[in-house]
Structures are given as C-alpha cells and as structure tokens.
C-alpha cells in the first residue's frame, strides 16, 4: 500500500516540474512561481512544493491534485505467479494517511532534456483496506477475506522521468510523461489482520501466514516491492498525464513570465 500513496506524490512533483513556468494569473496565487533562468532552480521548486503543503490534505482541485488526508483508492487487483509469491488478491476501499508528510531530496532538473530525478520519502503511512487472497509466499499458503490496519515507515522511492512533447486535435503542444522509472525500498510495515470469514481453517491459515511475517519481515518486503513498483508506474502515469494534458505548452513553459 505504501506504493499506492507514491503514485500520488509523484504525480504532484511531476506537475510541480511543469507548473512552475505556468502564468501567475492560471496559477492559485499561493502557489511559489520559479524562473526558467533561475541559477538555484531546484531549491527554488522546493519552495514551490512547500507553498503546495498545507493544501495537500484538502487537494487542489484547480490543479486537479487529490486529497492525500486520507488518500483514497478504490480498488486494487493482484495477479502474481512466480516462485517466491503465486498470488490472486484483491484489495478494496484503501484509504491511508500521511502521505502530505513527504519529504523530497536530491531534486535534479533538466529543462533542456526535458528529464529529472529525485527522491521521495514517507516517514510513516497509516493505511486501512479490506483483502480478498488466495496463493502461497514461499511456502506458506495465503488465504481467506479481512481487514488490514497497518503502518508502513520510512518509505523511499527514488525516481526518473522524462517527458515528450505532443500535439492535440487543434495542433496545439502539451506535455506527457514520456518515462518513469521508480525503486521503492519499505523500511519496515507492522499491522493487523482481521479475518472476516467465518472458517477456522482460514483463521489458521490466516495466523501462520501472520507469524512467517514478521519472522521474515525483511525477506517478505523485498518480495512484494517489486509490484508496488510497477503499480506505482501504472498510477503515476496515468494520474500525471491527465492532468498534463490540461496544460498547453505555451502555458506550462511561456517565453517571458509575467
């Protein structure tokens, strides 16, 4: 779940890329505005996140940038079959908090290659979600239907993209996330599980696999980092290119700012 809040967060930092050379007056005016020329460009475009801050809990509508108090995912599905982890899941009504608490470091820019880098951190994320699981990790079986209540802390993505510009039916340019490439490494995830099925065979089940958890935290982890990475992608592009191709290219990189 920690990988879902980062598709969020990294759409605003795409955006905020972008959105710094956007005319004031299309702008909400407590957004900091940076200069294409300006020598400290990436300090600069920290301080406009930090002008974004105190508005991420409540989102931003006019920017199209959701609420990250709680952020809110409707539904995700999982279909894995490897030999670490051979899963079927769904995970339902996804809400977590702690996500405006972000903290981005090693902000590096490129304007002539339309491409950046940087690095995400989630001191903690406090996540509810309902479960539907059947597979095995490893050697333990995975099964059954409930609640998970957890907190996943010191969370870092660290990220690369690039952009491309296109066109739309009126010839006009605008911006879309050409790639983006994340790795994501949890610190640590503590939680608990609910079953909500009536099945003691599944309350065993769901208690062994519980158990072989946290005595292999680190291992299991590793394992399931690597699809919240690729979910992440999924959601970060799509998020950040609906918004992008909002703006006009004359809007979001104008020759003279006002």
């Known amino acids: 779940m920690g990988g879902q809040m980062f598709l969020s967060i990294i759409s605003i930092t795409l955006i905020v890329l ?4 956007t005319t004031a007056k299309r702008l909400p005016n407590f957004v900091h505005v940076c200069k294409r ?6 300090k600069c475009l920290l301080q406009t ?6 508005e991420l809990p409540n989102g931003i509508p006019k920017m199209q940038i ?3 108090e709680p952020m809110v995912i409707p539904m995700v599905a999982v279909n894995r079959n490897e030999d670490a982890l051979k899963v079927k899941a769904t995970i339902k009504d996804i809400q977590a908090w702690g996500g405006s608490k972000f903290v981005i470091s090693n902000l590096k820019v490129n304007l002539e290659k339309l491409n950046g880098e940087g690095t995400i951190l989630l001191p903690n994320l406090f996540v509810n979600c309902t479960y539907d699981i059947d597979g095995r990790l490893m050697v333990v079986p995975l099964q059954g239907q409930g609640i998970f209540r957890g907190n996943i802390t010191n969370t870092k993505a660290d990220v690369k993209a690039s952009l491309e510009v296109l066109k739309d039916k009126k ?7 050409k790639d983006i490439r994340i790795k994501l490494k949890v610190g640590d ?21 519980s158990a072989f958890y946290h005595q292999n935290r680190r291992v299991v982890l590793d394992i399931i980092t690597p699809i919240a990475e690729e979910i992440t992608v ?3 592009l799509q998020i950040a290119n609906n918004i992008l191709k909002t703006i006009l290219y004359d809007e979001i990189l104008p020759k003279e700012l006002p």
């Not at 010839?171 to 996330?177: A, G, I, K, P, S």
């Not at 079953?195 to 599944?202: C, G, S």
């Open 18 to 21: 972008q959105t710094q050379h």
């Open 37 to 42: 020329s300006d020598p400290q460009l990436e």
């Open 49 to 54: 996140i930090e002008s974004l801050r105190p």
């Open 66 to 68: 959701p609420a990250l």
């Open 171 to 177: 010839n006009r340019e605008y911006f879309q996330v």
């Open 189 to 209: 995830a503590n939680g608990k599980i609910i079953p909500q099925n009536i099945n003691k065979n599944n309350d065993v089940l769901t208690e062994t696999a």
């Open 234 to 236: 999924e959601f970060a």
